[in-house]
């Protein structure tokens, strides 16, 4: 069982910057893909960004330019750094770790930690 553990969230001003964490149990993180997701009182939960195994990184339009996913396998972490932070932005956000044990796909998700951006 991988366990996912978000840090970093908080409440912001409009323009504001914040850097999320999400610290993986276990020792196989770095064959993990990992993704930030979001999902807003009454809104579905959307993919904000995406990094794979091997670092290739993919982001939803709506953060593009504005945040950045990043890992660091060493200390089985994945981040997402938030710059330019918008009231839009406010929203519970999600870490998610995609293993794929073949023939299988493996999904686990963090508790989540609350963003609020207020203008």
């Known amino acids: 069982q991988v366990q996912l553990v978000e840090s970093g969230g908080g409440s912001v001003q409009a323009g504001g910057s914040l850097r999320l964490s999400c610290a993986a149990s276990?020792?196989?993180?770095?064959?993990?893909?990992m993704g930030w997701y979001r999902q807003a009182p009454g809104k579905r939960r959307e993919l904000v960004a995406r990094?794979?195994?091997?670092?290739?990184?993919a982001y939803a339009d709506f953060v593009k330019g504005r945040f950045t996913i990043s890992r660091d396998n060493a200390k089985n972490t994945v981040y997402l750094q938030m710059n330019s932070l918008k009231p839009e932005d406010t929203a519970v956000y999600c870490c998610n770790a995609e293993w794929s044990p073949n023939p299988t796909i493996l999904y686990y998700w963090g508790q989540g930690t609350q963003v609020t951006v207020s203008s």
């Open positions: 990094i794979t195994k091997s670092g290739s990184t």
């Open positions: 276990g020792s196989i993180f770095r064959t993990f893909d």
